[in-house]
Structure formats: C-alpha cells, structure tokens
C-alpha cells in the first residue's frame, strides 16, 4: 500500500489554466504538507495543515490555495497558472508537528510543466 | 541568505569510497539535523537524523553536528552504486518547519 500518494504523477497544461493536484496519506498522520522543488532540486515549504487546520503558509502566491477536507486528505489548487509555476510538487505528511524528532513521509511528487 | 547551504555538486566517486556531504546553516536556533536521500523521480526518504551536536551512526552512514560552527556533515563508507542519488539536509528548530539544502547529487561508479 502507498503511504503517500499524489495525482496525477505528471501535470502538463498552458499558462492561465487552473489546476488542482490531490493528495492523500494511509499512515494516520495529523500533519500534511506541500512543498515546491524547482530544477534545481531546492525544496521549499509551502503550506502545512495539522487537523484540517492551516499552521504554515510560507510566502507564495495567492494564487495557490491548499484545501484539506480531512486530515487524510491535502489537496493544492493553482490558478491562473504562470511559466515559473513548472517544477515537482511533493506532498508528506508526518505524526508530531510540534514536538520532537519526526519524520516526514514524502509522496512520488506531481511534475507541472506549464507551457 | 539561504538558511541552509549545501554543495549541490554533482559529486562522482568509485565504488567503495568514503564520501562527504556537507551543509551550513546561519539560524543557531536550529536542533534538529536531518540527512535524505531522493532517487531520480521519487519522494525524498528519511535516511538520518541527529538533535543538537554530536555524531550518529547507522550501518555505513555516519551524520555528524557542529554546532559551534553551524556546520553538518554526512559520511558515506563503502559507497555503493546503490547509494546514487541526491542527498538532501534539512533542519528544524522546534519540529514544526524544515528548511533544506539544494542537494547534493552523488553518483558511484561501478
């Protein structure tokens, strides 16, 4: 079974599109999170949920909205999608947000290339 | 300034070396150290972790924290094809954000 998963795998679509990219994880953790991988292979937190609640929404565009249904579920809704929106998006979830050592389960990743 | 640094290389070394992965950091509230490693078009896994300074050691990896210097390290012995892929640092200071490095790609020859 997958811990964390992600879909689609691979998202391609033009520039002033709106998409979504959905995430789900069977490990029963409380705390989900998206991150952003450019080229590069720098990753960067976007946003975290912790029980369905918003605890990290570092500075991206507001054009990014995250919605979590569930604590099982984190989806990621981009709008009005630009050129430099093209990169991997990973979503992980993990146990403890705020205390101690955890870890953090990564999912396969979605791979956006907008046009 | 980034938070965290890290030589994104790419590092290419033979079969059975010992390799050095290597990150600096300018937050001192940082504690909590973590090494992984991503394969080409996967997740990240969790390979180490280690809290506040001192050394780790799990089969042929060794992670290393210096705190003083703000300055962390990951030891590979007896590299293995195997072993190909980018490592990536992270830290945290109380266990509620990660900051991570660019990452390092290793390749071992055969």
């Known amino acids: ?115 | 300034q980034k938070e965290v640094e890290q030589d994104p290389g790419p590092l290419s070394v033979p079969e059975g070396a010992i390799v050095s992965l290597n990150c600096t950091y300018s937050n001192s509230a940082f504690q909590y150290f973590m090494w992984y490693r991503q394969y080409s078009r996967k997740g990240p896994e969790l390979l180490m972790y280690t809290y506040s300074s001192g050394n780790k050691e799990d089969g042929r990896f060794t992670a290393q924290v210096d705190k003083s210097s703000k300055y962390i390290s990951l030891f590979i012995r007896d590299s293995q094809p195997s072993d190909s892929a980018t490592y990536l640092c992270a830290m945290s200071a109380e266990g509620n954000q990660f900051y991570f490095g660019t990452g390092t790609s290793l390749t071992v020859i055969p």
């Open chain 1, 1 to 115: 079974d997958t811990a964390v998963s992600q879909t689609p795998k691979y998202l391609v679509t033009q520039m002033g599109n709106d998409k979504s990219i959905k995430c789900e994880q069977n490990l029963g953790h409380d705390t989900m999170y998206w991150y952003k991988q450019d080229s590069k292979k720098f990753l960067k937190i976007m946003f975290s949920y912790n029980n369905k609640e918003l605890i990290i929404n570092e500075t991206v565009p507001n054009r990014f909205s995250p919605k979590s249904p569930d604590k099982a579920h984190l989806n990621l809704h981009i709008n009005s999608l630009e050129l430099g929106d093209s990169a991997v998006y990973f979503c992980a979830s993990s146990q403890y947000p705020f205390s101690g050592i955890y870890e953090q389960y990564f999912g396969p990743g979605t791979r956006l290339t907008v046009t």
